[in-house]
């Protein structure tokens, strides 16, 4: 509690404009559910509760949005990662929180100069052989600067805006306070674990807010492209530029609130005008981006998860870059297995694999009705039955998915919510490059050589192999544990800890039930009891007595049969 109201304390003026805020769109009951307005109030702030604005024409979606753009730029990058959880949110949530830009104006060079100076230890006009005052982009993390080194190199600098994680890191702060009070007095939203969403969501804009962590991702994804091709190019020639390009990093400037990297001078990505005029084919630009990106996911579960227009560059031969990869995720080989299954059941109509992989999500907390979730599958992929893969539209596919899965109580795994927004993102950029663009056709090939892959002899060998080494390595600890426990056994000091759900309130059940028995037999007690003395009644107050202890036996029965609460807890 003193940790909490420190941490108050110090976030008292950000708690101030949170609080205006929510009460300016009309979620006045939220701060004070928060304790919010008693803080401020003991604080000598002043809260203006009728200083709102006329909200009541909006809905509920617009609202949040807006109470999210001007919170700021934590809300704001949460509320994208709202647009990505379609397992949770309905389509119109997820159009509004669609919505949300992370564009916001420039910090004034000055500002940029001296925190430069700081990281690289001298201004950047000395350190840089020239370095652009005008920003190339600015976003409500970080902005861009073009420059060049003395070599000659052309280079872009990304700082991290001045002054922003403090405030990131107090937002953060109140968010947990807010998830753990939603998850203790809303149980119909402890199913979508919002403390556990806060925790990811905070670990997740932390990285972003470390440049060299971003520099380290795109060197990994670089690692993994080298040498590579696709179906329309099966053999690159000696010498032959790369197809996909990642930017070089500059380590010997870069650090976590400052990244210099490698200057792409290629046609943007929104710029298809331009790339036709050049003689690029966008019909190859699409399919080559899909291959990329869908290597990076099933080939080696690390992938930019942010694959819009905005992060792509076209260059000569029909070659692409991609940049910023302070957004990535990251899939286990299982998880990468599960995928691969559930996309070629939903593109092959195979309900039972689908509702297989829906199962093996939920695991421990799945409370749906198998029969009655096999049943709705097998509707969900009716609809797309006789229909040629070309018509097949995976955003649509997806967003259908995560509605069954809301339907049924089932969430994503937190791993795979970026990974939908991917697929999704994918798609619209394929079809913006290429309007007759057909991603499920793309993705079969690759889907199937995967499960081909999956049981390819070299592959259950080294399954074998690794399950070997794991059973060698318990039978290696055994008798050490077995040891330990004989040894407490002996000492009397095995304690054994069994924890099962609802244990309290099965223990309270048994303790109404005995104390309900034990009024039984008081009453049954009382009722003999008074039958002897009216029965034995030597005179008056004998009778008196015995009336007294019917009178007594019945009230009792009443209690005993209508117990305070319903006899239940």
Not at 227 to 241: I, N
Not at 337 to 364: C, H, I
Request: hydrophobic share 45%; proline share 5%.
């Amino acid at each position: 509690m003193f940790w909490q109201a420190l941490t108050a304390a110090r976030d008292l003026g950000r708690l101030h404009e949170i609080a205006a805020i929510l009460i300016r769109y009309g979620f006045g009951a939220m701060v004070r559910n928060m304790g919010l307005a008693r803080l401020l109030e003991k604080a000598g702030r002043a809260l203006h509760w009728e200083e709102m604005e006329d909200v009541f024409q909006l809905d509920a979606p617009t609202r949040v949005r807006r109470v999210l753009e001007e919170l700021g730029p934590t809300f704001v990058k949460l509320g994208q990662v709202f647009a990505t959880r379609v397992d949770i949110f309905d389509p119109e949530w997820i159009a509004e929180f669609s919505k949300l830009q992370d564009s916001v104006p420039a910090v004034p060079y000055e500002d940029i100069r001296r925190q430069l100076e700081e990281d690289l230890g001298a201004p950047p006009e000395t350190l840089f052989a020239w370095f652009d005052e005008q920003s190339l982009a600015a976003a409500s993390v970080a902005q861009v600067h073009r420059a060049r080194l003395d070599d000659g190199s052309e280079v872009v600098v990304k700082v991290r805006r001045p002054g922003i994680r403090p405030q990131i890191e107090a937002d953060l702060r109140w968010l947990s306070r807010l998830a753990l009070l939603i998850e203790s007095e809303t149980p119909e939203l402890r199913q979508f674990h919002p403390v556990e969403i806060a925790g990811q969501f905070a670990q997740s804009l932390r990285r972003e807010l470390d440049f060299a962590g971003e520099c380290r991702n795109a060197e990994r994804i670089a690692e993994n492209f080298v040498g590579y091709v696709d179906a329309d190019t099966p053999v690159l020639q000696p010498g032959a530029p790369p197809l996909i390009v990642i930017p070089r990093v500059h380590w010997e400037w870069t650090s976590e609130r400052v990244a210099v990297l490698e200057y792409i001078d290629a046609i943007p990505g929104r710029q298809l005008d331009a790339a036709e005029a050049a003689g690029l084919d966008r019909k190859l630009l699409a399919r080559r981006g899909a291959h990329a990106v869908l290597k990076m996911v099933i080939e080696d579960g690390l992938f930019h998860a942010d694959p819009h227009p905005g992060n792509l560059f076209y260059l000569p031969g029909n070659r692409m870059a991609f940049i910023d990869f302070g957004m990535v995720g990251r899939l286990t080989e299982e998880r990468r297995d599960e995928l691969t299954r559930l996309l070629f059941g939903m593109f092959n109509l195979q309900p039972s694999l689908v509702t297989e992989v829906m199962l093996d999500w939920a695991g421990g907390s799945n409370t749906a009705d198998e029969s009655s979730l096999t049943l709705d599958v097998q509707t969900y992929l009716d609809q797309y039955h006789g229909l040629p893969l070309k018509h097949l539209k995976l955003g649509a596919m997806l967003t259908d998915f995560a509605r069954l899965m809301r339907q049924h109580h089932l969430t994503l795994p937190p791993d795979l919510v970026l990974l939908f927004k991917t697929f999704i993102s994918l798609e619209g950029m394929g079809r913006e490059i290429d309007p007759e663009f057909d991603i499920p056709a793309e993705m079969l090939p690759m889907l199937k050589h995967a499960i081909e892959a999956r049981y390819a002899p070299w592959t259950l060998v080294r399954r074998g192999w690794r399950s070997a080494a794991e059973g060698l390595n318990f039978l290696g600890v055994l008798p050490g544990d077995l040891n330990r426990l004989m040894r407490r056994i002996r000492r009397g000091k095995l304690d054994i800890h069994v924890e099962v759900n609802h244990i309290r309130r099965v223990g309270d059940q048994f303790e109404n039930a005995v104390n309900r028995l034990a009024q039984g037999l008081i009453v049954a007690a009382l009722i003999i009891g008074s039958s002897i003395i009216v029965t034995a009644a030597g005179g008056p107050a004998l009778s008196t007595l015995g009336i007294i202890g019917f009178v007594a036996a019945a009230l009792g029965g009443l209690w005993v049969i209508f117990p305070k609460g319903g006899g239940r807890r």
